[in-house]
Nanobody
Framework: QAQLMESGGGLVQAGGSLRLTCKAP???????????LNWYRQTPGHEREFVAS???????NYADSVKGRFTISRDNARKMIALQMNGLKPEDTGVYYC?????WGQGTQVTVSS
């Protein structure tokens, strides 16, 4: 079982919303809480790119391409982060990955149709 497990991807029309979650059921809580947690994505024909991050105290950071549309959050007690994606565009299509230091999830596919 992977240390980070994403879910929530799917197919949605442009303008729609999805909520991705990343859970770490096997990770010790103190280890999960110690670091910044990130979402990355790999869109067709491009390298993996940063999407959003949240520090252990809740400070967030976003790629310019998703600012105002995506919101990252974390629940330390549940060892989980989420990515609320609104106003989705076809160019948001890709595989979304949860990341903590050198640990990566298996990814979840997001497809936005025009």
């Amino acid at each position: 079982q992977a240390q980070l497990m994403e879910s929530g991807g799917g197919l949605v029309q442009a303008g729609g919303s999805l909520r991705l979650t990343c859970k770490a059921p096997r990770m010790i809580t103190s280890v999960f809480n110690a670091d910044v947690l990130n979402w990355y994505r790999q869109t067709p024909g491009h390298e993996r790119e940063f999407v959003a991050s949240v520090s252990r105290t809740g400070t967030t950071n976003y790629a310019d391409s998703v600012k105002g549309r995506f919101t990252i959050s974390r629940d330390n007690a549940r060892k989980m982060i989420a990515l609320q994606m609104n106003g989705l565009k076809p160019e948001d299509t890709g595989v979304y990955y949860c990341n903590k230091n050198t640990i990566w999830g298996q990814g979840t596919q997001v497809t936005v149709s025009s």
